[in-house]
């Protein structure tokens, strides 16, 4: 039973347009929610989250949406570069399980320039 | 200079074997994590430690263990190995107090069981 989804296995973007990748998750004891970005032969690596309290967060060209009532989040990235060509997990964490990351499984960015 | 490091970082062993996967961060974190990604590229915790608490995620199978010899490494032991164990094991660690739950991930280890 797949608490984060990603239902987007990939998505292709031309550079210097927006990317937007989508999770949906099911439990509501989620507090926080993460993005990842993974290289082949690479661990993931943080991106940006969000608290379950806000409903924006941006970082430079990244910015997270959280729509709490529709248990959805987005990850927009602004202008894309080929360099964003990776995959990106999303991850949700509950404080008072120890803090361990749900997954999503994941959607593989392709920027083409 | 790596935060989170394991070895090795491709393991091929036979059915029934038994192997261990090192884990080590000089992040001066207090917890660390051990992740499985199958072949469906799905990431999934196993485990969660700190010097005060080991929680395990209720799927994980009793022949998988952590070991934790100090507060800078966390070991998985794996016993009587399965072909179903074939995946890559990601360990990851996490800063105290952390608020959001981000962690800092190793490179992986790609197991293969044949």
């Known amino acids: 039973d797949q608490q984060v989804k990603q239902n987007s296995p990939s998505l292709s973007v031309q550079e210097g347009r927006i990317s937007i990748l989508n999770c949906d998750y099911t439990?509501?004891?989620?507090?926080?929610f993460l993005w990842y970005k993974k290289y082949p032969a690479e661990g993931p690596t943080f991106l940006i989250s969000?608290?379950?309290?806000?409903d924006k967060n941006e970082d430079g060209r990244f910015t997270v949406f959280l729509n709490k009532s529709a248990k959805h989040l987005s990850l927009h990235i602004v202008p894309s570069q080929p360099g964003d060509s990776a995959v990106y997990f999303c991850?949700?964490?509950?404080?008072?399980?120890?803090?361990?990351?749900?997954f999503g499984g994941g959607t593989r960015l392709m920027v083409k320039p | 200079d790596t935060a989170v490091s394991q070895t090795p970082k491709y393991l091929v062993t036979q059915m029934g074997n038994d192997k261990s996967i090192k884990c080590e961060q000089n992040l001066g974190h207090d917890t660390m994590y051990w992740y499985k990604q199958d072949s469906k590229k799905f990431l999934k915790i196993m485990f969660s430690?700190?010097?005060?608490?080991?929680?395990i995620n209720e799927t994980v199978p009793n022949r998988f263990s952590p070991k934790s010899p100090d507060k800078a490494h966390l070991n998985l032991h794996i016993n009587s190995l399965e072909l179903g164990d074939s995946a890559v094991y990601f360990c990851a660690s996490s800063p105290p107090n952390t608020v959001n739950g981000e962690q800092y991930f190793g490179p992986g280890t790609r197991l293969t069981v044949t």
């Open positions: 430690y700190n010097n005060k608490e080991l929680i």
């Open positions: 991850a949700a964490s509950e404080g008072n399980a120890g803090n361990m990351l749900t």
């Open positions: 969000i608290s379950s309290i806000k």
């Open positions: 439990n509501s004891m989620f507090d926080y």
